[in-house]
């Protein structure tokens, strides 16, 4: 599940009215725009997220009525709002609208119908927008499904994360096996042409065949759209407690690279092609264009408490707390906590970073001739595609997929 992480960074202040340098907007045409929703609320806080979420009993006596989900959609509406204002007579329709969390389906359908029909009255939406939402299994049904579909979401995400009943209770999932798969057939009779699902492997106790019964379980559901992580175990959430007290083991980089390996054959085998290190499609119709938003660089919005947005070579980040975030909204001020404005540098490194990740990968001429030069030893060490690097683009192998983060780390040189 995609979500905003709960550090952010420093930076200098945002303007109170959220005014952006004028050099943001120049070429805007030419790029895409998103906007991204954030809704930080979860019935329970599953023990590996680090998300910027929050449950009832956590915002209990946090920001008062504020901080409550029942009048999230105005606040978040009222961002929308300061975003038309911001960007002025940007006559950009917007492109993608991922609504994330958090569990978004927490809120009322209508809410998130609301929240939808804001940014189309501000912006209006391109012809062919795609509008997702993300969902935990046991947060919808046929009905909630329908009302999303006739709403204008056309694309749903799905928490599955493991087919089994034990992996699951160590993620702190509190949805039963089968349920994401039967989400998948709801999702197609709503009407919804694209559907994903989310999984995890490496969980501590998780075997190959329990991922492989994952994998099988996933694909044999009909989604047109899988995206498979490893499971990171990030400091102060309770399953990082749980191993350092050694309650339960951490799973090792061989595992996840095995993991990795049964997966892309398993996905490879049903007709699905990666596009993206950790997802696969069936058809290029079916990727997730906002997420392609963010690895290409393109602008987007991000709304909600402690999300990001990037405009231009312009990055910042929303207050994280939900009372903070209504608050500066009900005052009339923007909810940003602080941005940062990429320099030529920062922007050519962070474009090695993304789209190095892509299958269609990134062009040699974005290296330097320390990078140029381990990129041909990459390619030696067979971690990039020769046909790709001899057309002037460095492509990772499946070698190189596994080795990613070190491949990029020497070609950012």
């Not at 699905?272 to 119709?285: G, H, K």
């Not at 709304?303 to 910042?316: D, E, F, L, N, T």
Request: with cysteine.
């Amino acid at each position: 599940m995609d979500g905003m992480p709960s550090v952010l960074p420093d930076g200098e202040p945002v303007p109170d009215d959220g005014a952006l340098p004028r050099h943001a907007l120049e070429g805007a045409a030419d790029r895409p725009l998103g906007f991204y929703l954030h809704v930080p609320y979860c019935a329970t806080r599953c023990g590996y997220c680090d998300f910027n979420t929050y449950t009832a009993t956590e915002l209990r006596g946090s920001g008062g009525a504020l901080a409550s989900r029942d009048n999230y959609a105005a606040h978040l509406i009222e961002e929308v709002r300061q975003a038309r204002k911001v960007l002025g007579d940007d006559p950009r329709p917007v492109r993608t609208v991922f609504v994330g969390g958090g569990t978004p389906t927490l809120l009322p359908a209508a809410d998130l119908v609301r929240m939808l029909a804001s940014i189309k009255e501000e912006f209006g939406l391109a012809e062919d927008a795609e509008i997702t939402t993300e969902a935990n299994p046991e947060s919808v049904d046929p009905a909630y499904l329908e009302a999303l579909r006739e709403g204008g979401f056309n694309r749903v995400s799905f928490g599955m994360q493991s087919a089994k009943q034990h992996v699951l209770k160590i993620l702190d999932r509190t949805h039963t096996p089968g349920r994401p798969e039967a989400c998948v057939a709801e999702a197609r009779a709503a009407g919804f042409d694209h559907v994903n699902l989310d999984l995890i492997y490496g969980t501590p106790g998780e075997s190959d065949d329990d991922w492989r019964a994952t994998l099988d379980a996933a694909i044999g559901a009909g989604p047109d759209h899988v995206s498979a992580y490893a499971l990171i175990v990030e400091e102060g959430t309770q399953l990082a407690r749980r191993i350092r007290r050694g309650e339960i083991p951490m799973t090792d980089d061989d595992a996840h690279a095995d993991r990795y390996l049964i997966a892309d054959e398993a996905f490879a085998a049903a007709g699905f092609d990666w596009y993206e290190v950790s997802n696969w499609a069936t058809t290029e119709a079916g990727r997730c264009l906002h997420n392609e938003l963010y690895w290409r660089g393109a602008d987007w919005w991000g709304a909600g408490p402690g999300a990001h947005s990037h405009v231009g070579g312009v990055r910042w980040w929303n207050v994280k707390h939900p009372g903070a975030y209504a608050q500066a909204l009900s005052e009339g001020r923007s909810p940003g906590a602080g941005r940062e404005i990429l320099g030529e540098e920062d922007r050519r490194v962070e474009r090695i970073l993304l789209e190095l990740r892509l299958r269609e990968g990134c062009p040699l001429d974005l290296l330097k001739p320390d990078g140029l030069a381990a990129s041909r030893r990459a390619l030696t060490e067979g971690l990039l595609e020769s046909g790709p690097y001899e057309e002037g683009r460095a492509v990772l192998t499946l070698r190189g997929r596994l080795l990613a983060d070190a491949v990029v780390r020497d070609l950012v040189d």
